[in-house]
């Protein structure tokens, strides 16, 4: 392991202990961010199932998986306060003055927020089990859902922390993270797209939330790939592992960046 390396692993791990203490010490936030997945799910799930033409218990299947992804794509919203609130409170002014890696911050909040919607992600699944939700793909399948919705957690918290970094104001970036529960409406998390109009169609299958919720229906074994959707859409493994790739190679660089420059 080269230098460089091995003390981004050191930093960045000790980056993460911090993290993982802000929220132990915030246990209201953390109750919060676990809870509204489930509320969510019984909420649309029992409304909204009754008034679209699937059957509850069919909707409640579908719509399992793209609550998931919805609720990954909250790492924008999630990495954008953390960032700001720290910059606004002259945190990171003080973590910059440290002898660490400029990429060590980020990255621990980063890797903190994966940990906590992994732990998050037991009692969501359990509250699916009960509402009538099943894996009925194999268990290879459903690993790579689970590894994929994390991987799409990362990439989204990223842009987050770029966000955050960039406002530099808590208060801001709340009003603009509450903004983004628009991203997950203009997608096939919670119905689906066939039925839109073709504009309309397009940009939701666009929508990067679009393929990784196809992507998870898929390999759980939920739903079959729509036909004549967007490309994201018809290969949703690939496509989603594609928005991943280039979300993480737009926004890390430019997080790091932007924290290592601080108010230039």
């Not at 018809?234 to 890390?252: E, Q």
Request: net charge neutral; charged share 10%.
């Amino acid at each position: 392991m080269s230098a460089v390396a091995h003390d981004l692993a050191h930093d960045g791990t000790a980056m993460l202990g911090r993290q993982l203490q802000r929220l132990r010490n915030n246990p209201g936030l953390l109750i919060l961010t676990q809870t509204m997945p489930v509320t969510m799910l019984l909420f649309f799930g029992y409304v909204f199932g009754s008034a679209l033409a699937m059957p509850g218990e069919e909707y409640r299947a579908f719509l399992v998986p793209g609550l998931l992804v919805a609720t990954a794509a909250n790492g924008l919203m999630t990495g954008m306060f953390q960032a700001a609130q720290d910059t606004h409170r002259g945190v990171t002014d003080r973590l910059r003055t440290l002898p660490v890696s400029r990429a060590a911050v980020p990255l621990g909040q980063a890797v903190a927020d994966l940990l906590v919607t992994a732990a998050g992600m037991v009692p969501f699944l359990l509250v699916g089990l009960a509402v009538g939700w099943r894996m009925e793909g194999s268990a290879l399948g459903a690993a790579g859902a689970v590894g994929l919705l994390l991987l799409f957690r990362f990439a989204t918290t990223w842009i987050g922390v770029f966000l955050g970094l960039l406002t530099r104001n808590e208060e801001a970036a709340g009003q603009l993270g509450g903004a983004t529960f628009i991203l997950p409406l203009l997608s096939n998390a919670y119905i689906p797209t066939e039925g839109l109009p073709g504009w309309l169609r397009t940009v939701a299958e666009w929508n990067p939330i679009s393929a990784v919720t196809t992507a998870l229906r898929d390999l759980f074994g939920n739903a079959q790939v729509p036909e004549g959707a967007a490309w994201p859409v018809a290969h949703p493994v690939a496509g989603s592992l594609a928005w991943c790739a280039v979300l993480l190679a737009v926004f890390v660089p430019l997080a790091v960046r932007r924290y290592a420059r601080g108010e230039d």
